[in-house]
């Protein structure tokens, strides 16, 4: 069964604005995961969040983790038409395998 | 370092024959966990396997299924009597470990069954 749930299920932008997604879980994580997808493309990984770690960066990207509301959110600034693709949030739990939502399609219009 | 490679990349089969699915993981990885995709959906957890062992394969279809990963060589997804339902993209991922750290795909196999 489905772990996270992405939301929305697509989102459409112009370049230079800001994109969020967000993504919830049922259940206790070890960490949360974010991939991006281009498609006909295998998964590409974003950025992993710990459990015990409440907000990441990396270049453009900020991640934000509540395990309160179990749910997590992936802000993307300044975005760019080449950022058009598939997001997906995965959770993990300690020793077992990703589990995917159904992903947020987003596309960037230039 | 090549990343996880898969082959084929795209396999066509028709109803009834076998479909065999390669994923060689990254160097010095020894957990492999394979995917599937359908259109338009996300990714179904499968089967984790370690080297030589199936560690969960809660996801895997009862019946035509199975995979393993062998001591030496890439491990192998086996669909036998394929059925136009298993058409799907297969991604295999690997990782170092289970300790919750990134796990890296490969580009995906394509099955068409007609």
């Known amino acids: 069964s489905q772990q996270g749930e992405e939301d929305p299920q697509a989102l459409s932008i112009q370049e230079g604005e800001n994109a969020t997604m967000n993504c919830s879980y049922k259940?206790?994580?070890?960490?949360l995961q974010w991939y991006r997808q281009n498609s006909g493309r295998g998964l590409v990984h974003l950025i992993l969040?710990?459990?015990?770690?409440r907000e990441k960066h990396s270049g453009r990207l900020r991640v934000t983790l509540d395990t309160s509301k179990k749910s997590s959110s992936l802000l993307i600034t300044a975005s760019r038409a080449a950022d058009t693709a598939s997001y997906f949030c995965a959770t993990a739990q300690a020793g077992t395998a990703l589990i995917f939502g159904k992903g947020t399609t987003l596309s960037v219009s230039s | 370092n090549a990343g996880v490679m898969q082959n084929p990349r795209h396999l066509v089969r028709r109803r009834g024959q076998e479909a065999r699915l390669r994923c060689s993981p990254m160097k010095g990885h020894s957990h492999v966990y394979w995917y599937r995709q359908l259109p338009e959906e996300g990714l179904k957890f499968m089967v984790y396997?370690?080297?030589?062992?199936?560690?969960?394969e809660s996801g895997m279809p009862k019946e035509r299924f199975s995979a393993e990963f062998p001591k030496e060589g890439p491990s192998i997804l086996r669909i036998q009597q394929v059925v136009r339902g298993d058409s799907a993209a297969y991604f295999c991922a690997s990782s170092q470990d289970n300790d919750g750290n990134t796990i890296y795909f490969g580009e995906g196999s394509w099955l068409t069954v007609v």
């Open positions: 259940t206790s994580i070890n960490n």
């Open positions: 396997l370690q080297k030589e062992n199936i560690i969960d």
């Open positions: 969040i710990r459990s015990n770690e």
